[in-house]
């Protein structure tokens, strides 16, 4: 007679031992679902982000399937028209040089959008002289290279792109600045568009490496070693030693500067 019932409290006032965990905790039980839910969230929405980089490179591989005959790289100077080491593409495919008519500035939508659209017009413009099966890169050296990427960032430019265009190519990119965070337009680029970065380890817009490594996910690896990001088979990275911005460098250096460019651009064709 003097046993509390399941479910009921004991002679005491205290729960009793059988009684359900819910009705003993439910300030627990209810942070738990909420953990589980938020958990779901976050999960369902990596799968969301993967599925969507997954696309984007069957997408590109189509294109690249599609696209058989020698590239045609468009080339973008930086801000004092200097084209780097972009002859050496010529040995690959067609190089077609386009300039800028307007001071370079990057630095809202309405200043930025005449550069990212005469990018596009040169592109449509390679299309429709080559054709299709011609897979068309954007190359860009410093001031070029980040014009490129702002007009791959906006989707209401980069759509109007031809369908053969494979990827981008950017020597020397001014990452390092005191008051831009330019990584911010690199991490927002989708992952599946093949990219290739060419850096000088004197570069001082590329300072030491690690805030691109960072940003996108490159591996360590040792100057003229070409390093794949993590999560981005088609992003390859090379440093170039004892080479500055425009991947300038000792006489000594340059025969081997010009090789170490070569291989890196034949491994990112072949990606």
Known sequence: TGKAKSGRSNSKGRPSVNAPKSKRSPSL??????TTKAKGKAKEKGK?????AVIMEEEMASKKSKTTEA?????????GGSRSRHAVLEQFGTLTPVSFHRVPNLT??????PFLEAIVAAAKQAADKFGDKH???????SFGSRAIAHTLLRKDVCCELPRS???????????VHPKQARQDVLKALDPGIPLLFLSGCRDKFMGDFSLLKKSLGFPSAAPGEIAVATDAPRRLLMALEGCGHGLECSQAREERTNE????????FLLA
């Open 48 to 52: 969301r982000k993967l599925a969507a």
């Open 71 to 79: 590239p045609v790289f468009l080339s973008f100077p930086g801000a």
């Open 165 to 175: 265009f494979a990827g981008a190519i950017f020597f020397g990119y001014p990452l």
């Open 108 to 113: 809202s939508i309405k200043r930025e959008t």
């Open 135 to 141: 897979p068309i890169y954007l190359v860009g050296h």
């Open 29 to 34: 039980a209810k942070a738990k679902s909420k």
């Open 260 to 267: 170490l460019v070569k291989q890196a651009v034949k491994a």
